[in-house]
C-alpha cells in the first residue's frame, strides 16, 4: 500500500479538522498566568497562558475584547473561555478565547481596581483639587434618572431646606451601555452654560452592576474637569464608586447629598436670631461705655465754664511776658552800661572837643591836615578850621620850632 505525503499545508488543515470535530474542544475553559501579552492596532489581543507544567498561545479577537471590564496583564491569573484550534500558517494549535476573567476574583472587582490606581496616579483623587461648596447656592443641577425614588427625595429635601434656591434637573439614564456618556455629556453641558453653582449626581442603591456607570472613566473624567462642584451620591453608604473618589464631596445617599448642598433655613432663621440677640448685648454695652464718657467729659470744668482754660493760658501768657521783659532787661543792662562808657571815651576823643577848647585843625589847600611849619612855602592858602567856623589864612612866612 502507498503511503501518502502529506504537505505542510495539508496536515495543519487536517489536524485543525481533528480538533475541530471533537466537541470538547469547542468550548474549554483554562486556568493559567497570563505573559508575553499585547495589544495590536487591530484591537485583537494576543498572550500565553502558563502554568507551572506547560503553556498555551492564546488569542482575544476585538469583537469580544470589547466585552471586558478590565484590562489584561502579565502576571494575572485568568480563567480563559473558548475553543481549541490550530492556526494553519504557523502549525501550532492555540486557544481562541471567547471570554476572559479574572481567577478568585470579579471582573468587576478588577477592573474597578485598575481604574482606581491610574486615576489616582494621575492626581484626579487629590485633595488640593477639590473645590468648596458654596455656602448658600443659587441654583442646584441634579443630573440622575428623573424615574428614580432619589430624585424625588433630593428634590424634596432641598425645598424643606432651603426654598430659595432654584433645582434644575438633568435627565439622563444611570444604568446601562448608554448611561456613562450621557452622565458626562450632562456634566459637560451644565458647566458650558454655566446652569447651576453645585451639581449632584448619582442614583439610589443596587448591585455593583446597577451602579457601574458611576466607575466610568468618562464620568470620572467630565466630574474632574468640573469647574462647579460636584457631589457625588450613589447608591448607599457601603457603595463606592470611583466618582466618590473623583468628586469634591462624597455623601453617603442621595439624601445626604441635599442636606450637604443647602444650608437649614431653620438653623439659619436660629442663627440670626442669635446674632441679633448678640448684637444688641453688643450696642447695649456700648451705649453704656458711651454714656459712662459722656458723664465723665460732662464733670470736667472745661465743659461746665468753656472759658477757663483760655483765661488760665491767658495768665500764664502775662507771666511768661513779665518773665521775658525782666529777663531780656537784665541782659541788656550791661551791654548798655559799656555802650555808655565808651561813647564817652569816644566823645572825649573827639576832634570837635578839641576844637572846643581853642585848637583849630589847619588844612593846606587839597584839604590835607599840617602837622610841620616846614614844607609850607610862603604865600601858601592855608584853611584853619575852629570850633565854630574856618578861617583862610596866607601863609607870610614859615617858623620851624622844636617839639616843645
Keep these: 500500500m502507498?503511503?501518502?505525503?502529506?504537505?505542510?499545508?495539508?496536515?495543519?488543515?487536517?489536524?485543525?479538522?481533528?480538533?475541530?470535530?471533537?466537541p470538547e474542544f469547542g468550548n474549554v475553559c483554562v486556568r493559567g498566568e497570563i505573559s508575553n501579552y499585547k495589544l495590536y492596532p487591530s484591537g485583537h489581543h494576543y498572550f500565553t497562558l502558563k502554568d507551572a507544567g506547560g503553556a498555551i498561545r492564546c488569542v482575544l479577537f476585538k469583537g469580544q475584547a470589547l466585552r471586558l471590564r478590565f484590562r489584561p496583564e502579565n502576571g494575572m491569573k485568568v480563567?480563559?473561555?473558548?475553543?481549541?484550534?490550530?492556526?494553519?500558517?504557523?502549525?501550532?494549535?492555540?486557544?481562541?478565547?471567547?471570554?476572559?476573567?479574572?481567577?478568585?476574583?470579579?471582573?468587576?472587582?478588577?477592573?474597578f481596581e485598575q481604574l482606581k490606581e491610574k486615576l489616582w496616579r494621575e492626581g484626579l483623587f487629590d485633595p488640593a483639587r477639590k473645590k468648596p461648596l458654596p455656602p448658600y447656592p443659587r441654583t442646584i443641577a441634579i443630573i440622575t434618572s428623573p424615574a428614580g425614588a432619589a430624585v424625588h427625595d433630593m428634590i424634596r429635601i432641598l425645598r424643606r431646606r432651603y426654598p430659595l434656591a432654584k433645582v434644575k434637573l438633568l435627565p439622563v439614564r444611570v444604568q446601562g451601555a448608554e448611561a456613562p456618556p450621557e452622565i458626562a455629556g450632562a456634566l459637560r453641558y451644565a458647566n458650558r452654560h454655566r446652569v447651576a453653582d453645585v451639581i449632584i449626581t448619582g442614583r439610589g442603591g443596587g448591585s455593583i452592576e446597577d451602579?457601574?456607570?458611576?466607575?466610568?472613566?468618562?464620568?470620572?473624567?467630565?466630574?474632574?474637569?468640573?469647574?462647579?462642584?460636584?457631589?457625588?451620591?450613589?447608591?448607599?453608604e457601603p457603595d463606592v464608586t470611583i466618582a466618590d473618589f473623583v468628586a469634591d464631596v462624597r455623601a453617603a445617599t442621595p439624601s445626604h447629598?441635599?442636606?450637604?448642598?443647602?444650608?437649614?433655613?431653620?438653623?439659619?432663621?436660629?442663627?440670626?436670631?442669635?446674632?441679633?440677640?448678640?448684637?444688641?448685648?453688643?450696642?447695649?454695652?456700648?451705649?453704656?461705655?458711651?454714656r459712662r464718657r459722656l458723664d465723665a467729659l460732662a464733670a470736667k470744668r472745661v465743659l461746665s465754664d468753656p472759658l477757663a482754660p483760655v483765661q488760665d493760658k491767658r495768665l500764664l501768657l502775662d507771666h511768661v511776658q513779665k518773665e521775658l521783659y525782666h529777663a531780656a532787661m537784665g541782659r541788656l543792662a550791661e551791654p548798655r552800661a559799656r555802650t555808655a562808657g565808651l561813647a564817652a571815651s569816644l566823645d572825649a576823643m573827639s576832634p570837635l572837643k578839641v576844637l572846643g577848647r581853642g585848637f583849630a585843625l589847619v588844612t593846606d589847600e587839597e584839604g590835607r591836615p599840617l602837622r610841620r611849619a616846614s614844607g609850607v612855602p610862603a604865600g601858601s592858602r592855608i584853611t584853619a578850621k575852629l570850633s565854630?567856623?574856618?578861617?583862610?589864612?596866607?601863609?607870610?612866612?614859615?617858623?620851624e620850632e622844636d617839639g616843645t
Aim: hydrophobic residues 45%.
Design 2 to 22: 502507498e503511503r501518502h505525503v502529506y504537505g505542510v499545508t495539508e496536515l495543519n488543515e487536517l489536524v485543525r479538522a481533528v480538533l475541530d470535530s471533537v
Design 79 to 111: 480563567l480563559a473561555q473558548g475553543r481549541v484550534g490550530v492556526y494553519p500558517r504557523d502549525g501550532v494549535y492555540q486557544l481562541y478565547c471567547d471570554a476572559l476573567s479574572p481567577d478568585g476574583v470579579g471582573d468587576l472587582h478588577v477592573a
Design 211 to 236: 451602579l457601574w456607570a458611576f466607575n466610568d472613566e468618562r464620568v470620572a473624567r467630565a466630574i474632574f474637569d468640573s469647574e462647579i462642584p460636584v457631589i457625588s451620591a450613589v447608591g448607599h
Design 257 to 290: 447629598a441635599a442636606e450637604l448642598a443647602v444650608p437649614d433655613q431653620g438653623e439659619l432663621a436660629e442663627r440670626i436670631q442669635s446674632l441679633r440677640l448678640h448684637m444688641a448685648r453688643s450696642q447695649g454695652k456700648r451705649l453704656e461705655l458711651l
Design 388 to 399: 565854630q567856623g574856618r578861617l583862610l589864612c596866607r601863609v607870610e612866612e614859615a617858623i
